[in-house]
């Protein structure tokens, strides 16, 4: 039982460091790629401004054309914040999420609370790749 168990854990512990090989290697892929889709939104949102900029400056409020359209109106109203520490409470959104540790501290003291209770999670396993001699 023994020799099945440690075969068992040479071929999984082979088998987790090939995956998280593969998992850096395509979290270094994501990140490039994430980075030239940025790049080319900033192109995308250039050349709009660019146009915009040209037909408002221009007067021009619509071109037209059998395969696309573009028009341009008077800008809206938007907010600018100059200064976040002047403004007032009342203009701040919160979020609201689950204090789980301070559910956890409550639940050990022995509270009942309503929506929460303490489990048991799953055992730990603890992975040592050994480099091969």
């Not at 168990?5 to 994501?30: N, P, V, Y």
């Not at 409020?61 to 938007?78: M, Q, W």
Request: net charge neutral; charged share 40%.
């Amino acid at each position: 039982m023994n020799e099945l168990t440690t075969e068992l854990g040479q071929k999984l512990a082979t088998l987790i460091d090939t995956r998280q090989f593969d998992i850096d290697s395509l979290d270094s892929q994501i990140k490039k790629l994430q980075g030239k889709k940025k790049e080319l939104s900033i192109d995308i949102d250039d050349f709009k401004d660019q146009l915009r900029d040209a037909m408002w400056s221009n007067g021009i409020s619509k071109i037209e054309h059998e395969a696309f359209e573009f028009s341009c109106s008077k800008p809206s109203e938007v907010v600018k914040v100059t200064d976040e520490s002047a403004l007032d409470d009342l203009y701040f959104r919160v979020k609201k999420e689950v204090d789980k540790s301070g559910l956890k501290t409550d639940l050990k003291r022995g509270e009942i609370i309503k929506g929460a209770e303490l489990t048991q999670g799953k055992p730990r396993l603890t992975i040592k790749i050994k480099e091969a001699k």
